[in-house]
């Protein structure tokens, strides 16, 4: 059987992926698959780092800002949409590139997660979001780690998207997500990963949450609840905009939601890389002290062999 050709770029947030894939579809002749489970909203732009029409520079980008931001989103619909693309991509004669840090998007198309027979979990997803917001996420967490014990060690405590995510699929299929993930892969896979010293990675995370916010992150907010849009909604529980939110609410400080902010963004990062350090296939690539051309050139070289 031939396999479709696949490129795939994984790495924390704030590592450069965004630029780079940019520069790496120019020279192989690529189009852009984002796995990025945030960047699929519409108009949540500054707050998810969401690449602009002219940093694009006429590559083409898919499945971001493709619904909004009041609709669900579940892996089985990006895993569904994302199929659909790279093998729309692949039929040009053009390389599909799988770009992106959502670990659990990431592997549902590398590793051929069947979601199949888990069917409408809308009406669960929806009462599970319920409890979130009464009661937080500890609650849910329990009953994971009493359903589903794998994945409630995996899972941040913080993480409710994830936590929601194992629980409907549970509650629909009688059977825990780690047991759909089939480790073959039905693509021919270059499989590259970024990495840095850690201290340099949280430097940099530091300074993008200051650029955002300086970009105007939380005016964005308060437009998108001005348009209409519930602060209880999915899109706006993600990392920094919940923390945004709380300040809004008069919970918290500026100075604190910015602390939070930084903070979270950290520990996401850190979850990423022990993420996806689990897998095998990845070629690591070190961008300590290295220029752009000079990361791109080891990628190539390595693509070359």
């Known amino acids: 059987m031939n396999l479709l050709p696949l490129f795939v770029l994984v790495g924390p947030t704030a590592i450069g992926k965004t630029s780079l894939s940019i520069?790496?579809?120019?020279e192989l002749k690529g189009e852009i698959v984002s796995a990025d489970s945030m960047q699929v909203y519409r108009n949540l732009d500054i707050g998810t780092a969401k690449v602009t029409k002219n940093e694009m520079e006429d590559i083409p980008h898919y499945l971001i800002d493709i619904i909004d931001p009041t609709e669900n989103f579940s892996v089985a619909d990006f895993q569904s949409l994302a199929k659909e693309k790279i093998a729309e991509i692949a039929s040009r004669e053009v390389l599909p590139m799988l770009v992106g840090g959502t670990g659990l998007y990431v592997n549902s198309i590398v590793s051929e997660y069947n979601?199949?027979?888990?069917?409408?979990?809308?009406?669960?997803?929806?009462d599970l979001w319920k409890i979130a917001e009464d009661k937080g996420n500890e609650e849910l967490i329990e009953k994971l780690k009493v359903l589903d014990p794998i994945s409630a060690e995996k899972i941040h405590p913080n993480d409710s998207k994830r936590i929601i995510r194992a629980l409907e699929v549970y509650y629909a299929s009688g059977k825990?997500?780690?047991?759909?993930?089939?480790?073959?892969?039905?693509?021919d896979l270059n499989f590259i990963g970024l990495h840095m010293d850690r201290e340099k990675l949280y430097e940099r995370i530091n300074l993008r949450v200051d650029l955002m916010l300086e970009a105007g992150w939380l005016d964005e907010l308060k437009n998108l609840l001005a348009s209409g849009v519930p602060a209880n909604v999915q899109a706006l529980q993600g990392l920094g905009y919940?923390?945004?939110?709380?300040?809004?609410n008069g919970d918290i400080s500026y100075e604190k939601a910015i602390e939070l902010i930084k903070r979270e963004t950290r520990r996401f990062a850190k979850r990423q890389i022990t993420w996806f350090k689990r897998d095998e296939r990845i070629k690591w690539i070190n961008v300590d002290d290295k220029n752009e051309a000079q990361i791109l050139a080891e990628i190539l070289s390595y693509i070359e062999k």
């Open 23 to 26: 520069k790496l579809a120019k």
């Open 115 to 126: 979601f199949t027979d888990i069917g409408d979990t809308e009406d669960i997803r929806r």
């Open 176 to 187: 825990p997500i780690s047991s759909y993930q089939n480790n073959t892969s039905n693509y």
């Open 242 to 248: 919940k923390q945004l939110l709380m300040h809004l």
